[in-house]
């Protein structure tokens, strides 16, 4: 059964078909190391794929890229990026919005965006630091008494 944070987020189905094959963690692992990537899986057959298993279970780790291997071994796959999943998944475990924003390579403001949800016909709104929440922007202009 997987944790509340698997259930208040359900992944896109994009992720489907490798979540079938790996499970949501190690899906979760794959998409961390090769997202966005088209990655060649090598077949695991014959003296020459050797090396290059060799370099792929270094990678992935001999339990998740032996899986990847028996599933899809001689052919290239694309692993999604998911972003905005991803940027929710890890907010459901709890983690930070700047570290949130590291971990994916991108802005804290679009960690702000994704977690609440808004798109570019929402762009009068921002969140600020610490705060999950909107918050309208106020612009105040003064005008200049010269004396």
Not at 51 to 71: M, N, S, T, V
Not at 91 to 113: F, N
Request: proline share 7%; hydrophobic share 35%.
């Amino acid at each position: 059964m997987g944790s509340p944070a698997h259930q208040t987020q359900p992944p896109p189905r994009e992720l489907n078909w490798l979540i079938e094959c790996l499970g949501l963690d190690d899906t979760v692992k794959v998409i961390e190391l090769a997202g966005g990537l088209n990655l060649w899986i090598p077949s695991g057959v014959g003296a020459s794929q050797n090396a290059k298993r060799d370099e792929f279970d270094a990678e992935f780790g001999k339990p998740l890229a032996q899986q990847l291997i028996r599933y899809y071994g001689g052919s290239t796959i694309k692993i999604p990026l998911a972003a905005k999943w991803m940027t929710k998944f890890y907010h459901h475990k709890g983690m930070p919005p700047a570290e949130i924003a590291r971990t994916l390579r991108c802005s804290i403001d679009t960690v702000y965006r994704r977690i609440n949800g808004y798109n570019k016909l929402h762009s009068s709104f921002t969140a600020t630091r610490g705060d999950i929440s909107p918050k309208p922007v106020k612009r105040v202009y003064q005008s200049r008494k010269t004396t």
